[in-house]
């Protein structure tokens, strides 16, 4: 694995491991007042189009990587339209 | 432009797009409490190593797209450590 396929790699687990601890603190306090509807929707929705993107691509690891941060937006979507 | 493209050109644009309603509520309710630091400090140093993906392989959609994320991410940080 070469430099910049390392730095993609690292780069890829910072930004799907950052929503499990938004996850996390959501779930635990139901405190949604701040978090944006608006964002939520339009990140799950784009997240599950990158899935579907690697899916038609053929991209394993964009397939993997956006399965599991659309599973923490989805938990984080649904905490805020149930707790809003 | 094929339509696999097309689907990867749409998720970048909901996924980056998402973090400004999330930024623009964030800075008119200085509402944070439901934010998560860690999200955040994550996010902001994945989305900068996405960025330097993009500048040393040379791919200017995951460059641009990602440092228009990372000013949207970096905004929120801020306004969740002024703002805690």
New interface residues.
Partial sequence: MNS?TL??F?????????????A???IR?K??????L??????A???L??F??GL??NNMPVMIANAVTLIFAAIILVYKIKYK
Same sequence: chains 1, 2.
């Fill in positions: 910049i730095l993609g690292a780069a890829a687990v910072l930004t799907t491991a950052s929503f499990l601890p938004q996390i603190k959501t306090t405190d949604t007042s701040g978090i944006s608006f964002m939520y929707s339009l990140f929705m784009g997240t189009l990158w579907l993107f038609f691509s």
